[in-house]
C-alpha cells in the first residue's frame, strides 16, 4: 500500500464561538455537563439513532450528567414539532441533535 492510496481524515472542531444572527444570540456555554440533563434528538435519518447512542454512552462514561433522554422527530421530512422543542428547552439543561446517513 502506498501513501497515495491511503485517504486523508479531516477532522473539525464543531466548537462555535459565540455570535449574533439577525438579532438571535447563541445560548451560553454550560460550565460543566456534572448533573445537567441532556437531550438527544434524532431526526430520522438512517443511523442518526446508532450516532446519538453512542453519544450518550459517551456523555454518561466522561461526565457525572444527570440524566441523558433520547427524542426523535415524527418523520424524517418534516421539522420538528415546536411542542417536542419547547418541551426539550424548558426539560433540559442541554440538546444534541444528530444527523444521520
Same mark, same amino acid.
Given at each position: 500500500?502506498?501513501?497515495?492510496?491511503?485517504?486523508?481524515?479531516?477532522?473539525?472542531?464543531?466548537?462555535?464561538?459565540?455570535?449574533?444572527?439577525?438579532?438571535?444570540?447563541?445560548?451560553?456555554?454550560?460550565?460543566?455537563?456534572?448533573?445537567?440533563?441532556?437531550?438527544?434528538?434524532?431526526?430520522?435519518?438512517?443511523?442518526?439513532?446508532?450516532?446519538?447512542?453512542?453519544?450518550?454512552?459517551?456523555?454518561?462514561?466522561?461526565?457525572?450528567?444527570?440524566?441523558?433522554?433520547?427524542?426523535?422527530?415524527?418523520?424524517?421530512?418534516?421539522?420538528?414539532?415546536?411542542?417536542?422543542?419547547?418541551? %426539550?428547552?424548558?426539560?433540559?439543561?442541554?440538546?444534541?441533535?444528530? %444527523?444521520?446517513?
Amino acid at each position: 500500500m502506498t501513501t497515495e492510496s491511503v485517504k486523508k481524515m479531516i477532522a473539525l472542531d464543531p466548537r462555535a464561538e459565540e455570535q449574533t444572527v439577525d438579532g438571535v444570540t447563541m445560548a451560553p456555554r454550560l460550565d460543566t455537563l456534572d448533573g445537567k440533563r441532556v437531550a438527544l434528538l434524532h431526526d430520522q435519518k438512517l443511523n442518526g439513532d446508532k450516532l446519538l447512542f453512542m453519544v450518550a454512552d459517551l456523555l454518561k462514561e466522561q461526565y457525572e450528567v444527570g440524566e441523558v433522554v433520547y427524542h426523535a422527530k415524527p418523520f424524517v421530512s418534516d421539522v420538528s414539532p415546536p411542542e417536542l422543542l419547547d418541551g %426539550i428547552a424548558q426539560k433540559f439543561d442541554a440538546a444534541v441533535i444528530a %444527523i444521520g446517513d
